[in-house]
């Protein structure tokens, strides 16, 4: 599969290919986002930071050796399964606060009950990326991302803390 992959015929055959998912992505964003990949640098800001990357990991994972799987509480509760999430949670998990759209850290002002929970897991944002060598151990690729419903509203942090931290990114994934 790797020779098929590295012959020119196959490259040809993946650039068309990717060029035609690009161009049918764009057009379904620009009737749902108009204004948003309307433009020539926007449109190819789409196509080298994600569909390029997007092919060549999906040729990388089917060429590989290693396995590829999600992180399994996915198929055994289903994304929207509610669970009690606790503050340790917060370093295994990248989380999202529903009520104030903020992403939850380890130094968040969550306010933890007696037990350590702080709220419910309401939905899976993103699954978890784990990658099986075998006579390896499993690493995981990507961290799991859970939208959260936090029991007690997050605590407030001094004024210099807050726009330190918010003068990064606004998405709360990142």
């Given at each position: ?68 799987h999600f992180n ?87 004024r210099s803390i ?13």
């Amino acid at each position: 599969m790797t020779a098929i992959a590295a012959s020119v015929e196959y490259k040809q055959d993946r650039t068309e290919a990717t060029n035609k998912l690009g161009i049918s992505l764009i057009t379904t964003l620009a009737s749902v986002l108009p204004g948003v990949v309307e433009s020539e640098p926007s449109q190819k800001n789409l196509y080298q930071k994600i569909i390029e990357p997007a092919v060549d990991l999906a040729v990388k994972i089917q060429t590989s050796a290693a396995e590829y799987h999600f992180n399994p509480r996915i198929a055994k509760k289903g994304p929207a399964a509610r669970r009690s999430i606790t503050s340790s949670d917060i370093q295994d998990f990248k989380m999202v606060d529903i009520k104030s759209g903020k992403r939850l850290k380890m130094d968040s002002q969550v306010v933890p009950n007696n037990n350590g929970r702080i709220g419910d897991q309401i939905l899976i944002l993103t699954p978890a990326l784990i990658r099986c060598q075998p006579g390896s151990m499993s690493v995981r690729l990507s961290q799991q991302a859970i939208l959260v419903e936090l029991d007690n509203p997050l605590g407030r942090r001094g004024r210099s803390i807050g726009i330190a931290r918010d003068a990064g990114s606004d998405d709360p994934l990142a």
